[in-house]
């Protein structure tokens, strides 16, 4: 089992930056993929950023050129730096590890943390 701790998230004005940070404990020596995924309200669960123990790193097209994912693999941690962020980058963020199985393009099992909220004001 991996237990995921976040810390960061909170309230800003448009055009400011946040930090989100995530840290792995527990089974988590294995752990192939760590990334950042986020829900707004009446909406579904989405991709946001993910990098792989090997350091190959997805961005949504959304905030490409905005958010910064980074990854300490000795200490397990994943940093998520937003920067420029808009009202629409409002939601709950949550922390994603996976691994250390592959298959078919993913890691698995996959663990979440318990999501912390980021509030966007215009």
């Known amino acids: 089992q991996v237990q995921l701790v976040e810390s960061g998230g909170g309230s800003v004005q448009a055009g400011g930056s946040l930090r989100l940070s995530c840290a792995a404990s527990?089974?988590?020596?294995?752990?192939?993929?760590m990334g950042w995924y986020r829900q707004a309200p009446g909406k579904e669960r989405e991709l946001v950023a993910l990098?792989?123990?090997?350091?190959?790193?997805t961005y949504a097209d959304s905030v490409k050129d905005r958010f910064t994912i980074s990854r300490d693999n000795v200490k397990n941690t994943a940093t998520l730096q937003m920067n420029r962020l808009k009202p629409e980058d409002t939601a709950i963020y949550y922390c994603?590890?996976?691994?250390?199985?592959?298959?078919?393009?993913?890691?698995?099992?996959?663990?979440w943390g318990q999501g912390t909220q980021v509030t966007v004001s215009s």
């Open positions: 994603n590890a996976a691994g250390p199985h592959y298959y078919s393009g993913s890691y698995y099992p996959e663990y």
């Open positions: 990098i792989t123990s090997g350091g190959r790193i």
């Open positions: 527990g089974s988590s020596t294995s752990i192939g993929a």
